[in-house]
Nanobody, 124 residues
């Protein structure tokens, strides 16, 4: 099982970026996908997830209305569209996959498969 994240970069506040995460070695449609981020000196935190069955999406409060997560099972890919970026969104963003139950969807410990991370830097 392998996850490859891409799409990070350096942008100005108010800009947009789209992160992608391509999976291999798994039946992708049977996995819940998640995005987490880790800012310098801080713990990894949940950003968004999309459930494997109902494709409902879940977001941390700080990104609601700005970030949109989606998936394309035919392409084995997760996406995170990030709009109206803020300096506090600066972090390494990680994608993850799991067959976790819904109640644990926001927990990093529930995800056994992780991508390598892609750096997002938002300047003010």
């Amino acid at each position: 099982v392998q996850l490859q994240a891409s799409g990070g970069g350096l942008v100005q506040a108010g800009s947009s970026l789209r992160l992608s995460c391509t999976a291999s070695g798994m039946t992708f449609g049977t996995y819940t996908g998640g995005w987490f981020r880790q800012a310098p000196g801080k713990e990894r935190e949940f950003v968004a997830a999309i459930h494997r069955s109902n494709h409902n999406t879940y977001y941390t409060d700080s990104v609601k209305g700005r970030f949109t997560m989606s998936r394309d099972n035919a392409k084995n890919t997760l996406y995170l569209q990030m709009n109206s970026l803020k300096p506090e969104d600066t972090a390494v963003y990680y994608c993850a996959a799991s067959r976790t139950i819904l109640s644990a969807i926001r927990s990093a410990d529930a995800y056994p498969h992780w991508g390598q991370g892609t750096l997002v830097t938002v300047s003010s």
